[in-house]
């Protein structure tokens, strides 16, 4: 991303700095809350539908860093694998007239997860505050009658905190994405789904 691209250009123009490449693995939990509003007729009458979710996943990311003489790391971090983030179905029965029974069902994933993210050293013994700024792609899955969601680009923040080894790193972070809000096109009601998501884990980089 541009601001990416911008803060690595800073960090090679200012800092002396070795550059490390490396893969990391992470577990977790993902909290998801949020709720799906129905406008069931032309008079304006709704159907609202919550939903809390907690969630383990697994995840694998790559990554780039540059490394300055005091132990400041700033680096770009990159997940190749999706993470799902909630599904729900149900079943509606209706007058045939009004052509409104059948399945419900939506799901959302995050993909495309990129973070920009500092390293700032604790003293000097490889502890470390970690403090980041995500951006990433949520994408849609449903079955509506004669309508769908978009997806939609969301940004969030991570902070955490780590220690560094000879050629790994282990952390403990926190991540809060902005609030998610979809609405439905096409067909005669009109859908939309308000959304939280926040995540809590552990991650395990080793570099080179």
Do not use: C, W
């Not at 079955?143 to 969301?154: E, R």
Request: proline letters at 1%.
């Amino acid at each position: 991303t541009g601001l990416a691209s911008l803060m690595l250009m800073f960090s090679i123009s200012t800092l002396k700095a070795e550059v490390n490449v490396g893969a990391s693995v992470m577990v977790g939990q993902l909290d998801t809350s949020g709720s799906e509003t129905e406008i069931t007729d032309l008079g304006g009458a709704t159907d609202k539908n919550s939903k809390s979710l907690k969630e383990t996943f697994l995840g694998a990311s790559v990554f780039l860093e540059y490394v300055a003489d005091n132990g400041f790391a700033l680096g770009i971090d990159y997940v190749p694998v999706d993470v799902d983030i909630g599904d729900g179905k149900r079943t509606d029965t209706a007058a045939v007239a009004e052509n409104d029974s059948g399945d419900r069902s939506a799901s959302a994933s995050l993909e495309d997860l990129i973070t920009v993210y500092a390293n700032i050293p604790l003293g000097g013994n490889g502890i470390y505050a970690l403090a980041g700024y995500h951006t990433v792609d949520v994408t849609t899955t449903e079955t509506l009658p004669n309508s769908s969601y978009g997806d939609v680009d969301l940004n969030g923040y991570q902070v955490g905190l780590g220690k560094k080894g000879d050629n790994y790193k282990f952390e403990f972070f926190y991540s809060d994405f902005e609030d998610i809000s979809l609405t439905a096109t096409g067909g005669s009601a009109s859908h939309k789904i308000e959304a939280d998501a926040d995540a809590m884990g552990l991650k395990l980089s080793f570099f080179y």
